[in-house]
């Protein structure tokens, strides 16, 4: 285990991914999902990412990679199919401090990008490490099916709660007991079910009165 969990917020910082077949698409939508500046450099670009540059979603850089297309990059991406061009960049990168994923060399790789559950602003991310991609796939799925798509809306209302609980509540050791207490296995079996109304009850009856110690 050698990489750090966390989540970064990419809004509107240089991204660039070398490498324009299947996986810089799939590298690339999933920046787009976060709102980063895409660049692309590619000797070819496939179907998908050509629409992507075409409808001006992404910023093609041509085909050349010069170390001065670095600059600026938040992250960086060598997703061509070839070994000696994606490790010629991941060297420059890490001359630079830039972090850099290297699709084909794990070891080259200073982060790694798991697999996600994406609910809202409820995110469980799956690594294996680089050890097996595709059983991060599979517990991927078994997740999705297990936190379907109504934990958005729930993760929405824990949120809201949770700050009136900040905004109200002035006893420090209440507030902390209340924020403790507002989920359990049986509001998240609940929220499971789809019973989010009866979810929510349970999650206002802990504020309203089972927190409140006298
Ligand atoms: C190290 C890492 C670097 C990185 O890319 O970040 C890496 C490396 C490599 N992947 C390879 C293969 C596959 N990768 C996938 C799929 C995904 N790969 C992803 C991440 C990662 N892949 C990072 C580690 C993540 C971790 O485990 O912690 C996911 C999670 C995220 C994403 O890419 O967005 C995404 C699933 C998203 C989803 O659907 O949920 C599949 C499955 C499929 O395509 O159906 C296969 C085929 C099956 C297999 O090999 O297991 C190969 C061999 C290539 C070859 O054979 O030449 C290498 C290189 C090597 O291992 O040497
Ligand atoms: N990390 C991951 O999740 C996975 C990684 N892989 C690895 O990723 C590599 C790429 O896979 P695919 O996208 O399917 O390959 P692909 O063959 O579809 O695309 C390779 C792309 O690299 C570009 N390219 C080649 N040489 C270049 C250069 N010198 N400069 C700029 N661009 C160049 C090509 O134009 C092409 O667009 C594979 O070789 C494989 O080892 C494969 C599956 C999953």
Same mark, same amino acid.
Request: with cysteine.
């Given at each position: 285990?050698?990489?750090y969990? *966390?989540?970064?917020?990419?809004k509107?910082?240089?991204?660039?991914?070398?490498?324009?077949g !299947?996986?810089?698409e799939?590298k690339?939508k999933n920046?787009?999902?976060?709102?980063?500046?895409?660049?692309?450099?590619s000797t070819?670009?496939?179907?998908? *990412?050509?629409?992507?540059?075409?409808?001006?979603?992404?910023?093609?850089?041509?085909?050349?990679?010069?170390?001065?297309?670095?600059?600026?990059?938040? %992250? +960086?991406?060598?997703?061509?199919?070839?070994?000696?061009?994606?490790?010629?960049?991941?060297?420059?990168?890490?001359?630079?401090?830039?972090?850099?994923?290297? +699709?084909?060399?794990?070891? %080259?790789?200073?982060?790694?990008?798991?697999?996600?559950?994406?609910?809202?602003? %409820?995110? *469980?991310?799956?690594?294996?490490?680089?050890?097996?991609?595709?059983?991060?796939? &599979? %517990?991927?799925?078994?997740l999705?099916? =297990?936190?379907?798509?109504?934990?958005?809306?729930?993760? =929405?209302?824990?949120?809201?709660?949770?700050? *009136?609980?900040?905004?109200?509540?002035?006893?420090?050791?209440?507030?902390?007991y209340?924020?403790k207490?507002?989920?359990?296995?049986?509001?998240? =079996?609940?929220?499971?079910?789809? =019973?989010?109304?009866?979810?929510?009850?349970?999650v206002k !009856? &802990?504020?309203y009165?089972?927190?409140?110690?006298?």
């Amino acid at each position: 285990m050698k990489h750090y969990p *966390l989540f970064l917020d990419i809004k509107n910082k240089k991204c660039l991914v070398i490498g324009g077949g !299947s996986v810089a698409e799939r590298k690339v939508k999933n920046l787009l999902a976060y709102d980063a500046k895409v660049y692309i450099i590619s000797t070819k670009l496939n179907n998908a *990412l050509q629409e992507l540059v075409a409808d001006g979603k992404v910023c093609y850089r041509g085909t050349n990679y010069h170390t001065a297309e670095l600059d600026d990059a938040c %992250l +960086v991406f060598c997703a061509t199919n070839n070994h000696a061009v994606n490790s010629a960049i991941a060297k420059d990168c890490a001359q630079k401090n830039i972090p850099v994923n290297v +699709v084909d060399k794990p070891s %080259l790789c200073t982060f790694i990008v798991p697999s996600t559950v994406v609910r809202g602003d %409820l995110q *469980l991310a799956i690594s294996t490490g680089g050890k097996s991609p595709a059983l991060a796939k &599979v %517990l991927r799925k078994k997740l999705e099916a =297990d936190f379907g798509p109504q934990f958005k809306e729930f993760i =929405d209302y824990i949120g809201n709660m949770r700050n *009136l609980v900040i905004n109200n509540i002035e006893d420090l050791e209440q507030r902390s007991y209340i924020l403790k207490n507002l989920v359990d296995n049986l509001t998240i =079996d609940l929220v499971k079910q789809g =019973d989010i109304e009866q979810a929510k009850e349970r999650v206002k !009856s &802990v504020y309203y009165h089972s927190g409140l110690k006298s």
